[in-house]
């Protein structure tokens, strides 16, 4: 997936989840919002997984999220890849 095709699902799926819906429809198919055991919300599409910010952490983007931003990872091959603050996307690795 090219980088502006990458932005353009990354904030789909970011609004889908911020908005609570339970699935989100990428390319004419149905993906399902599940939570982890911690309740964050999260999908896996195109071997990427995208999960929002845990903000019981101790970390910046933690601290974040309990003010209120809303933030979006994702990860590949357990490497965070995307980060998506507020509707803002940034590439942060190349995705193989």
Do not use: C
């Not at 502006?4 to 990428?26: G, H, P, Y």
């Not at 091959?77 to 590439?91: N, S």
């Amino acid at each position: 997936m090219d980088t502006e095709a990458l932005k353009e699902t990354s904030l789909i799926i970011f609004d889908a989840i911020f908005s609570n819906r339970d699935e989100v429809e990428l390319k004419g198919q149905l993906y399902p919002i599940r939570q982890t055991k911690s309740g964050l919300r999260n999908l896996t599409y195109s071997d990427i997984w995208f999960i929002e910010q845990n903000p019981h952490k101790d970390s910046r983007h933690a601290h974040m999220a309990r003010e209120g931003h809303k933030i979006l990872w994702g990860l590949s091959k357990r490497t965070y890849v995307l980060r998506v603050i507020d509707g803002k996307f940034t590439l942060l690795k190349p995705i193989k």
